[in-house]
């Protein structure tokens, strides 16, 4: 890396508005940052330099790993295939909670990278015998140009490309990236305002927003929705979330009941009962959500796929092995068609 890299980052991003005295607007996600010069916006990785507005991350990733496509979590897509994860650091939320922290809540600049090119990146992702490219671990949102040039690269190579993110984006980029994205996991964190600026200083709406625009572009879709104690455990307020899900069209929508562990500024909260995640689950059934599952847990069945029609067995699932790992997308037994990408 050098100087002028550490200095200011190397590309111009996309997504702003320049004032007359030359501050920018960020226009990506629902923050819309206002920016004098050399300031970061909230994300960490976008910054004005000169009028301009600057990705930081642009070529920088800080994660690649080869994954199950279940560790997403996706279960209704290629199960028991493996997909090539990367990461760019930076994230639009600042959640109390976030595994990753090291990584989210901090600049590009700040953490070790390896500078890859979108088509290096789908090269490395091919022969790597992986089915599929994961955006994951921070927020790929935050650097949009590099997420979308990346999942160009891989579908010119015939890869799928998987958006894990938690869908805080203004409508236009996101129209702009969803014609290369196959699946996506959208961490849905709670169904309250007043939780998400709390938990993580962001709003609800923009989240909801960003659902109905992936389902209304064709993304497959799964939700997960981490069980807080104290914050988001309310039985009302996960009667609510699913009854708005299934009332939008997203009862087929794989729904995954994460189970909390004490991290970063949530350390002095208790980890998740198991009574609560299986009133969890039964409350979504009742809401009319088809496909309900437990993560991290090893309760048995948590994670097993079954026909809602006649309760059969499709897919199990132990942590991250998979039988079988071709089903075909129609129940065996009664013949019921499961919503997914099987093949």
């Keep these: ?8 980052g190397g590309r111009e991003a996309g997504y702003y508005e320049v004032r007359p005295d030359h501050t920018v607007v960020c226009r990506l996600c629902p923050h819309e940052c ?52 990367m990461a760019a650091a930076g994230c639009n939320l600042s959640c109390l909670n976030c595994q990753n922290w090291e990584i989210s809540q901090a600049s590009p600049l700040e953490v070790g990278c390896r500078r890859i090119a979108p088509e290096e ?17 921070t927020e790929p949102l935050t650097y949009i140009e590099f997420t979308r040039d990346c999942a160009a690269a891989c579908k010119a190579r015939g890869l799928k490309n ?22 996506a996991n959208i961490d849905l964190k ?6 998400y600026r709390r938990i993580s200083r962001a709003h609800l709406a923009p989240v909801l927003r960003t659902l109905l625009q992936m389902k209304e572009a064709g993304v497959w879709m799964e939700i997960t929705n981490l069980v807080i104690p104290s914050v988001n455990d309310g039985t009302e307020q996960i009667q609510t979330l699913c009854r708005w899900l299934a009332d939008n069209g997203l009862a087929d929508s794989p729904l995954h009941f994460s189970r909390f562990f ?38 048995p069945d948590a994670e097993d796929t079954r026909c809602p029609h006649c309760g059969k067995q499709l897919v199990h699932r132990d942590i991250y092995q998979v039988s079988p790992h071709r089903f075909s997308g129609i129940c065996p037994q009664c013949g019921q068609p499961i919503p997914g990408v099987w093949t």
């Design 121 to 137: 990146l789908a090269e490395t992702a091919a022969c790597s015998g992986c089915r599929s490219v994961a955006y994951t671990y």
């Design 1 to 8: 890396m050098n100087k002028s890299d550490t200095a200011y």
């Design 34 to 85: 206002h920016l004098s010069e050399g300031r970061q916006g909230l994300c960490r990785s976008r910054t004005n330099r000169g009028g301009k507005l600057y990705t930081l991350a642009y070529g920088k990733v800080c994660a690649l790993h080869a994954d199950p496509v279940e560790k997403k979590p996706l279960f209704h897509f290629l199960p028991g295939s493996r997909c090539f994860s």
């Design 190 to 195: 709670s169904f309250s305002d007043d939780t």
């Design 162 to 183: 998987i958006l894990v993110t938690a869908g805080y984006v203004n409508e236009q980029p996101l129209a702009d990236l969803l014609p290369f994205i196959d699946a």
């Design 262 to 299: 004490p991290r970063y500024r949530l350390s002095h909260l208790p980890p998740t009962p198991i009574e609560t995640l299986l009133q969890a689950r039964q409350t979504a059934r009742e809401e009319g959500m088809q496909f309900v599952y437990i993560g991290n847990t090893s309760l």
